[in-house]
Nanobody
Framework: QVRLVESGGGLVQPGGSLRLSCVAS????????MGWYRQAPGKQRELVAD???????NYADSVKGRFSISRDNGKNTVYLQMNSLMPEDTAVYYC??????????????WGQGTQVTVSS
């Protein structure tokens, strides 16, 4: 099993910045993709950004140019640097690790979420 623990959320004013961290523990092998999702009240969970083992990144259009995802494989950690935050970024942010096995089995692991609130 993989356990994910997010941190770094909080209350920030519009235009401010936050850095989220997600640390993994447990059976860390064959993890191919690490990502951040968010879910605002009354809305579906959506992809914010993800990063592959090779370092390829993918961002939602709404955060391009403002957010940056990175990973530290040695620390089993993925980060989300969020700049120029807007009220519409308010949501619970979840990290996800995806494990691909050689038999094409896929496992997805989720953290418990961290609240990000952007408000003046």
């Amino acid at each position: 099993q993989v356990r994910l623990v997010e941190s770094g959320g909080g209350l920030v004013q519009p235009g401010g910045s936050l850095r989220l961290s997600c640390v993994a523990s447990g059976s860390i092998f064959s993890i191919s993709v690490m990502g951040w999702y968010r879910q605002a009240p009354g809305k579906q969970r959506e992809l914010v950004a993800d990063i592959t083992t090779a370092g390829s990144t993918n961002y939602a259009d709404s955060v391009k140019g403002r957010f940056s995802i990175s990973r530290d494989n040695g620390k089993n950690t993925v980060y989300l640097q969020m700049n120029s935050l807007m009220p519409e970024d308010t949501a619970v942010y979840y990290c996800q690790f995806v494990r691909h096995l050689s038999d094409n089995t896929v496992y997805k692991y989720w953290g418990q979420g961290t609240q990000v609130t952007v408000s003046s």
